[in-house]
């Protein structure tokens, strides 16, 4: 049973580097199962897919924060991490990693099966 648990900073000051690390249990990153993706929710709107990882070390972006967003692995320790720059009040949410089958569409949100139990990040001076 793939697990995951995201850990970082819970409060950002605007125009900071947003950082956080997904450490993944019960399955690889670099096998061709799954696919690692980092997923948030702000207050009073629905999910958003940030970005993916896959097996070989791709990343793809969602086109409307690429110019923002890293995602990075270390393989040694199974991790997968999340930058995303110039932070805003406006990317204040919960943001999660999560899993889905490498065959999956990678940015419909549904179709992800494992999930971190999300963090709380906050953007305030």
């Known amino acids: 049973q793939v697990q995951l648990q995201e850990s970082g900073p819970g409060l950002v000051k605007p125009s900071q580097t947003l950082s956080l690390t997904c450490t993944v249990s019960?399955?690889?990153?670099?096998?061709?199962?799954?696919?690692w993706s980092w997923i948030r929710q702000s207050p009073g709107k629905g999910l958003e897919w940030l970005g993916v990882?896959?097996?070989?070390?791709?990343?793809y972006y969602s086109p409307s924060l690429k110019s923002r967003t890293s995602i990075s692995r270390d393989t040694s320790k199974n991790q997968f991490s999340l930058q995303l720059s110039s932070v805003t009040p406006e990317d204040t949410a919960v943001y999660y990693c999560?899993?889905?089958?490498?065959?999956?569409?990678?940015?419909?949100?549904?179709?992800?099966?494992?999930w971190g139990q999300g963090t709380q990040v906050t953007v305030s001076s």
């Open positions: 999560a899993a889905t089958y490498y065959c999956s569409d990678f940015v419909a949100i549904t179709e992800y099966k494992h």
């Open positions: 019960g399955g690889s990153i670099t096998t061709d199962d799954y696919a």
């Open positions: 990882i896959i097996y070989a070390g791709d990343t």
